[in-house]
T-cell receptor
Framework: DADVTQTPRNRITKTGKRIMLECSQT?????MYWYRQDPGLGLQLIYYSFDVKDINKGEISDGYSVSRQAQAKFSLSLESAIPNQTALYFC??????????FGPGTRLLVL | AQSVTQLDSHVSVSEGTPVLLRCNYSSSYSPSLFWYVQHPNKGLQLLLK??????LVKGINGFEAEFKKSETSFHLTKPSAHMSDAAEYFC???????????FGTGTRLTVIP
């Protein structure tokens, strides 16, 4: 969905490096989410935010942190990347109902 | 607790034949149910959703799904497969009023010419 953008689209990094994945949306939604997708699995929720001052841990938050800089921006950081964080990462937004709208994903490889 | 089981990890059909992707869910409350599609190297696109209105839900690209509470199922169907339908399909559940989505493991649909 072009209304939800993620940068970078692809990233290769080394073990121990700190990296940030960024998400921006023009849908005007208050709620934003970060998921990771591993091969053969569905998406798992890392963190979610209901507004700029409300951030919550999801199922698999260990090793990750987030920052909600503005209503339209939600960043995911890996403080010290490790190989098992190699995955496809998706950002999503919602207006308060259950329907979420996803970005195109960021493919991350940790060597 | 909520969960979703997609009964087939891979489905293969011939072009022009019907598609059936199976999904069973578990939810303590009235669920919202979704099907998302993911084309190769693309993000997830919402196909259709059920949120306690009509049990037969029509989505984009000719897909539809029927909510069957007695069977706790939400199977996705399409009368005639097209080559462009080849993708990964995810069944997703959310408890009504909640924001967290729970994803199935996905079904990869292959369409044979």
């Amino acid at each position: 969905d072009a209304d939800v953008t993620q940068t970078p689209r692809n990233r290769i990094t080394k073990t121990g490096k700190r990296i940030m994945l960024e998400c921006s949306q023009t849908k005007g939604h208050d709620r934003m989410y970060w998921y990771r997708q591993d091969p053969g699995l569905g998406l798992q929720l890392i963190y979610y935010s209901f507004d700029v001052k409300d951030i919550n841990k999801g199922e698999i938050s260990d090793g990750y942190s987030v920052s909600r800089q503005a209503q339209a921006k939600f960043s995911l950081s890996l403080e010290s990347a490790i190989p098992n964080q190699t995955a496809l990462y998706f950002c999503a937004t919602s207006a308060g109902g259950a329907t979420q709208y996803f970005g195109p994903g960021t493919r991350l490889l940790v060597l | 607790a909520q969960s979703v089981t997609q009964l087939d990890s891979h489905v293969s059909v011939s072009e022009g034949t019907p598609v059936l992707l199976r999904c069973n869910y578990s939810s303590s409350y009235s669920p919202s149910l979704f099907w998302y599609v993911q084309h190769p190297n693309k993000g997830l696109q919402l196909l259709l959703k059920y949120t306690s209105a009509a049990t037969l839900v029509k989505g984009i690209n000719g897909f539809e799904a029927e909510f069957k509470k007695s069977e706790t199922s939400f199977h996705l169907t399409k009368p005639s497969a097209h080559m462009s339908d080849a993708a990964e399909y995810f069944c997703v559940v959310s408890e009504s009023g909640a924001n967290n989505l729970f994803f199935g493991t996905g079904t990869r649909l292959t369409v044979i010419p």
